[in-house]
């Protein structure tokens, strides 16, 4: 525990984790069962996110008013998809979620991977409201227009909800996009390299 701070209780707080970590996802199970609040929030700030997707949706399905601000971010990057979220306390044992992709309806694990990347970093932005967001390689299985669109919505979402975001990315269209946006730092041998960053010569 840490006492003493203002910091500190910020930081032990676990209903509303100070920082929250998203790695690069590669897939979902196919099935997931209900998980309580406070599970979730320790697999949030330590990075366990491909396992909880569903529960995620569901939480903040329960939440008209953050569902509704987190369809409006997802449809800013996927507009055609629509996605829905189906669990009964009394009667379910798993969450189903599922996506609708012009007029055809799947199971969301049968998304496309940048499709769940987004879902997995806009849920946890809407759900938790992190001080710290700490991304590794966002774009990853995401078109580059997308990675652009996904790019200047984090730096929107990062304005008006007032925290920061720690990314670590190898694609040049997120470098391109957070040129003007962001500090970069190049990172070779696990050293910042201490010169002016030219994006040519960082990608080469």
Known sequence: EIHGSVLGEQLRNMENPFSVYVPGLAGIPGHEEFRSPGILTRAAARG???KFLRNILYQLKKSPEKWSKFILDFNAIFPKIKVNVAFEFDKDETIEV????????????????GVLQTLQ???YINLYNPKILILDEPDSHLHPNNQRMLAE?????????????ILSTHSRHLL???????????ISNGQIIEEDINIINVLI
């Open 48 to 50: 366990d996110a491909n």
């Open 98 to 113: 599922s996506v609708k992709i012009d007029n055809k309806t799947f199971p969301v694990d049968a998304a496309g991977t």
């Open 121 to 123: 970093i806009l849920s």
């Open 153 to 165: 919505k984090l730096h929107e979402l990062a304005i008006d909800g007032d925290f920061q975001i």
């Open 176 to 186: 391109y996009s957070f040129e003007d946006l962001a500090k970069i730092n190049w």
